[in-house]
């Protein structure tokens, strides 16, 4: 049983819910979210939307949905913003994590938040990356897209590049090496996986002449995992990284910073990838794209990336993942 969150009301997350409501699924949703706003979403979309709450027994008939109902503040309008919602959406997903860490759920599929909203309202939340990790108690995690062609996962996510080297220790990148490593074998099942590294600076430093982050901290990291039997490759410049060259001989690439590997990756499968969460107690996953309030309610919403959002939540919490 998978727990669903739409994320900002306002945005296209409902839509997306209901939009792939509309099809029968093998595996039983619970949706976390308002009633009343996701009823009058399918309205507004001129969509069929039975709601129930039987959670013994979730629906997977097309065009019913199990809602755990949780409210929000005041009426929503698609695409439009409301402050006094932020803490209705943040419950929901609150109560979807506590379900997964409990056992209730087996996974958990998020829609984007509209994260200047949340902060606007007060609430400590740069990301879902974060602040997953923060409310399930667990030390660190790794946020990694993937797609068919890729999968990238970030040494530093939500915060200023010139933040970048300064947060990038030796103690940070080799933490968040050793989850992405575990999680390729754990839930991805290769027991060896092959994951390529990017450098930081242009030509990965030239040789210290273009800064010194490959030197003092990238390269004495990927030297003493290479030591431990590791198939690691890196530093790298990363203008090179992502040529087939070393794509084809890469399980999974590890980038810096935030806008290093994403664009990368979007420009090659926007649309089809998947965040997920590496290093928590339970498998999360995620569209690829933000709350895109301009096509809230329209109908317009693309259910790619959810579709695959949920096949890899589907997928990855599956007891028959193991090394090979």
């Not at 009343?36 to 399918?42: G, T, V």
């Not at 989850?179 to 994951?195: C, D, E, K, V, W």
Request: with cysteine.
């Amino acid at each position: 049983m998978i727990a669903v969150t739409p994320g900002e009301p306002a945005g296209i997350g409902p839509d997306l819910v209901i939009q792939a409501a509309q099809l029968d699924r093998q595996t039983p949703w619970v949706v976390l979210a308002d009633s009343e706003m996701l009823q009058q979403r399918a309205d507004d979309l001129g969509l069929t939307l039975t709601l129930d709450e039987n959670l013994d027994s979730p629906s997977t008939k097309a065009c019913h949905l199990t809602m755990l109902h949780t409210p929000l503040s005041q009426p929503v309008v698609a695409g439009e913003l409301n402050l006094a919602n932020a803490g209705g959406a943040l419950a929901a997903l609150d109560r979807a994590i506590d379900g997964c860490v409990g056992g209730q759920f087996s996974a958990l599929v998020t829609g984007p938040m509209q994260k200047s909203v949340m902060m606007d309202a007060g609430f400590d939340f740069s990301g879902h990356t974060e602040y997953l990790a923060k409310r399930s108690s667990v030390d660190d995690v790794v946020m990694m897209l993937a797609s068919d062609a890729m999968r990238v996962a970030l040494a530093t996510t939500h915060i200023p590049l010139t933040s970048v080297s300064e947060q990038l220790t030796q103690s940070i990148l080799e933490q968040r090496l050793r989850i992405l490593r575990l999680a390729m074998q754990t839930q991805f099942g290769l027991s060896n996986p092959r994951i390529v590294v990017c450098g930081l600076n242009p030509h990965a430093g030239e040789a210290g002449h273009l800064g010194r982050e490959e030197i003092d901290v990238i390269e004495p990291v990927c030297q003493r995992l290479q030591r431990e039997g590791w198939s690691l490759n890196g530093p790298l410049p990363a203008d090179t990284v992502f040529t087939s060259k070393y794509l084809n001989a890469a399980d999974a690439v590890m980038a810096m910073f935030h806008d290093q590997g994403l664009p990368v990756l979007k420009y090659s499968g926007f649309g089809n990838a998947v965040n997920i969460t590496l290093g928590l107690p339970f498998v999360r996953t995620s569209v690829d794209h933000g709350t895109a309030l301009d096509l809230a309610g329209t109908g317009k919403a693309d259910l790619g990336s959810f579709l695959a959002a949920v096949a890899a939540a589907v997928e990855l919490s599956s007891p028959n993942n193991a090394p090979s």
